[in-house]
């Protein structure tokens, strides 16, 4: 039996009956989670010029923007996907490397509402597209996070395995979607080097292709049935190495939504590890920062494959630089949304720091990468005295878990200057099963400086 086919006989089976009590809780934690971002993000220019031009290219109105307006479904999932993923506050899993809500939800709340269909569809497709994604990120990792962006690539088949499961298909329809999702599959590292926007078209072409996939199959369209593990399959074509059997083991068995991550500093995630050593010091030891001689980051290759950039040009390029992030928490104990702006960008303080600043991969570290995404820092002061810590998961991993409190504190911060009674929106996502998608998008609809429609 082709993986497609087990995959698909997984979304035909699993129902909303099958959700442990934890799972479903779990899952509206990352509907909260996902929210907030998208809430954060949907003003920003690149996601404005994206709905500008989607807008331009018209289609029916069969879904509601966190913003108000009414798109098609396909528009309606690439723009929230694009708008919750600009801030880098998405949620995480290490294992996969993919930030699953970002390309997951958009497609999911776009389809449910389309098609009227029940929170519980709703809850039981996020589940099933972040289980499909995550362990298909697992069988290609590390070696196709190389080139590839795992959320843009897997992701496709995350959102199109939800997207079928609230379209009712049958298991030959699913391989059908899963294929035509696998062939659609792209996203390049290259946009790194400039701090480009292709991101964020990354996920939202990733929820689109998804859903597109999924319909098509609908409507008897057809795609690879080993679209995985094929000759020409997305195994062979975009990864070194791969495991097929991470696709199958404990499937149906585990939920690996449960294994999700969620962020609390507003950049990439690989700099977590180190601000959170830099944040443990600076306050254990009540470290001044202007005695601060150098600060020494081990860690595992990746860090600087992605984030080693001691002179970004941007504010989002600062966010995947390690060297202003450590730098940005040693001075102000703080790194969300609002810290970094062009401000703090062209700090004369913070780019004091970032030159003490030395980052190395060690063996252990990148030997434990995926499953640890671990560092040890150590801050030298001028007087020779120096301490250090090492983790091996940065708070918000499973293994460190960021508490309800930290999490419904997250969604306050990034909503509060776009919505009131944030307090009563956050109830609103723990009891979302008393409620329609339509009714829960309308009331969630912000118009910007505290109002709402």
């Not at 899993?93 to 509402?113: D, Q």
């Not at 969300?336 to 062009?342: A, G, K, M, V, Y």
């Not at 200057?417 to 109830?427: E, F, L």
Request: net charge negative.
């Amino acid at each position: 039996m082709a993986l497609t086919e087990k995959i698909s006989e997984y979304i035909v089976n699993l129902d909303y009956q099958d959700l442990p009590k934890d799972v479903i809780e779990f899952t509206k934690v990352c509907i909260l989670d996902w929210y907030g971002s998208a809430i954060a993000g949907i003003d920003e220019p690149p996601v404005v010029a994206l709905k500008e031009t989607l807008f331009e290219m018209g289609g029916n109105e069969q879904a509601t923007l966190i913003s108000g307006e009414r798109t098609s479904l396909a528009n309606a999932a690439m723009i929230h996907s694009a708008a919750s993923h600009i801030v880098e506050l998405d949620d995480i899993h290490k294992g996969s490397i993919i930030h699953a809500a970002t390309v997951v939800i958009p497609a999911a709340l776009s389809v449910c509402e389309a098609y009227d269909l029940s929170i519980e569809e709703l809850i039981t497709s996020i589940v099933i597209g972040y289980e499909v994604c995550y362990r298909i990120g697992e069988a290609v990792t590390p070696s196709h996070y190389y080139y590839w962006h795992n959320t843009a690539t897997c992701g496709t088949f995350g959102a199109a395995a939800a997207a079928a499961k609230l379209l009712g298909l049958n298991k030959q329809q699913i391989v059908h979607a899963l294929g035509n999702a696998g062939t659609q599959a792209a996203g390049l590292w290259e946009f790194i080097e400039d701090g480009a926007n292709s991101k964020q078209l990354h996920t939202a072409k990733a929820s689109y292709n998804g859903v597109l996939a999924a319909l098509l199959a609908k409507k008897g369209f057809t795609g690879a049935s080993k679209i995985l593990e094929g000759d020409r399959g997305f195994f062979k074509a975009m990864s070194d190495s791969y495991n097929e059997q991470k696709i199958i083991e404990g499937l149906g068995e585990q939920f690996k939504i449960m294994e999700n991550g969620f962020k609390l500093y507003a950049s990439c995630r690989h700099t977590h590890p180190s601000m959170d050593c830099v944040h443990t010091l600076m306050n254990k030891h009540l470290i001044d920062s202007t005695k601060i001689e150098k600060i020494l980051i081990e860690t595992y290759q990746t860090v600087l494959d992605i984030t080693d950039n001691p002179k970004p040009r941007s504010i989002y390029a600062a966010k995947f630089s390690v060297q202003f992030c450590v730098s940005l928490i040693a001075l102000k104990g703080s790194a969300f949304l609002q810290d970094f702006n062009e401000r703090s960008l062209n700090n004369s303080e913070i780019r004091e720091m970032m030159n003490k600043v030395r980052v190395a991969s060690t063996k252990d570290f990148t030997d434990a990468y995926p499953e640890q995404w671990g560092a040890k820092v150590t801050i030298v002061l001028s007087n020779k005295e120096s301490y250090s810590v090492a983790t091996e998961f940065p708070k918000g991993d499973p293994e460190n878990p960021a508490s309800k409190k930290q999490m419904v504190e997250k969604f306050q911060s990034l909503v509060a200057h776009k919505i009131t009674d944030v307090d009563y929106r956050v109830d609103d996502i723990y009891n979302i099963e008393n409620l329609k998608i339509k009714d829960w998008l309308l009331a969630n609809s912000p118009i910007g400086n505290g109002n709402e429609a």
